[in-house]
């Protein structure tokens, strides 16, 4: 089910542990894949909880352009989206924007 509007924004603090070399869509964007891992102690149902994830993203434009350029191990707060690619079983975290934690 689609609805115009709905909301599907990830916020997420997290080191860049992949880092593909910058490479350009067939219409000509810029655009580098990147593998990152978050790692945080959190609270969930009263309890502390260490939690860790490890994700594919993907960023476009400008932004991939900056990003290749980023060093492995790097943290940082990185704003976008989720989308599941054609084809593909897990979704891939779109960066929109992103900023040094």
């Known amino acids: 089910m689609t609805r115009s509007g709905a909301a599907n924004q990830l916020v997420l603090t997290a080191c860049i542990t992949e880092l593909a ?3 350009f869509t ?3 964007l810029p655009a580098v894949d990147l593998r990152l891992e978050h790692e945080s102690t959190l ?3 009263g309890q502390t909880r260490q939690v860790k994830a490890a994700l594919k ?3 476009f434009g400008s932004v ?5 350029r980023q060093a492995l191990g790097s943290q940082w707060l990185l704003r976008g989206f989720l989308a599941t690619p054609r084809n593909a079983k897990h979704p891939v975290f779109h960066i929109t924007e992103f900023q040094q934690d």
């Open 21 to 23: 070399a910058l490479r």
């Open 26 to 28: 067939p219409a000509g």
């Open 43 to 45: 609270e969930e149902a």
């Open 57 to 59: 993203a993907v960023a």
């Open 64 to 68: 991939a352009e900056r990003l290749a």
